[in-house]
């Protein structure tokens, strides 16, 4: 079982519709989980940060976590052709030594179609 | 520009040779990180400093890596000896020690292409 893992891809969605990603981890000590954006030949940018159970909501981006499942997803709501890149979920055990280390999934390319 | 800097953006080398990469955290960040990626895959950590220490190495930073951090201020990660399975992008970050959650933010990275 990989560490962390991505809804496999691609996904593609029409333009102004609602982007689902979603993201299965196995290290139940993980404490803080991440989405970053990733465009074609660049590196990965922090778009989100969730760490207590629930949704957390960013412009059109809302991330929503669930602890006792393992499980952690990003919504784009009205998406945009821009928004179309690799999507990578990341998460990290808090503290000590492995603070900022991070475990990254395979991410899922996802592409909005006009 | 106050972000991560890394030098060079490309490189392209013959297999057996050495090369270095640098990066430049940003200036109150007293953690920085090396990570690689390949085609296709999620970036895999290597290496973190705190400051000028080394803290903690991955099993995939074989005998042919080394990273330093002199001064605990920029850092350079070199590959001796480069084979083709070496090729990725190399990506820095860096990080403050305390406050947010884990939050790292990457600089521009370095592709590495070996022939």
């Known amino acids: 079982q990989k560490e962390v893992e991505q809804n496999s891809g691609p996904l593609s969605v029409p333009e102004g519709a609602i982007a689902s990603l979603n993201c299965t981890y196995s290290?139940?000590?993980?404490?803080?989980f991440f989405w970053y954006r990733q465009y074609s030949g660049k590196s990965p940018e922090l778009i989100m940060s969730i760490y207590s159970n629930g949704d957390k909501e960013d412009g059109r981006f809302t991330a929503q976590l669930n602890k006792a499942s393992q499980y952690v997803s990003l919504l784009i709501r009205d998406s945009q052709p821009s928004d179309s890149a690799t999507y990578l979920c990341?998460?990290?055990?808090?503290?000590?030594?492995?603070?900022?280390?991070?475990?990254f999934g395979q991410g899922t390319i996802l592409t909005v179609h006009p | 520009d106050t972000g991560v800097s890394q030098d060079p953006r490309h490189k392209i080398t013959k297999r057996g040779q050495n090369v270095t990469f640098r990066c430049d955290p940003i200036s109150e960040h007293n953690r920085l990180y090396w990570y690689r990626q390949t085609l296709g895959q999620g970036p895999e950590f290597l290496t973190y400093?705190?400051?000028?220490?080394?803290?903690?190495k991955s099993r995939l930073l074989s005998d042919r890596f080394s990273a330093e951090r002199p001064k605990g201020s920029f850092s350079t990660l070199e590959i001796q000896r480069t084979e083709q399975g070496d090729s990725a992008m190399y990506l820095c970050?860096?990080?403050?020690?305390?406050?947010?959650?884990?939050?790292?933010?990457f600089g521009e990275g370095s592709r590495l292409t070996v022939l």
């Open positions: 990341a998460v990290n055990r808090y503290g000590g030594t492995s603070y900022g280390k991070l475990t």
């Open positions: 290290d139940r000590g993980s404490q803080s």
């Open positions: 970050a860096s990080i403050t020690e305390v406050g947010r959650g884990g939050e790292l933010f």
């Open positions: 400093f705190q400051n000028e220490a080394q803290l903690e």
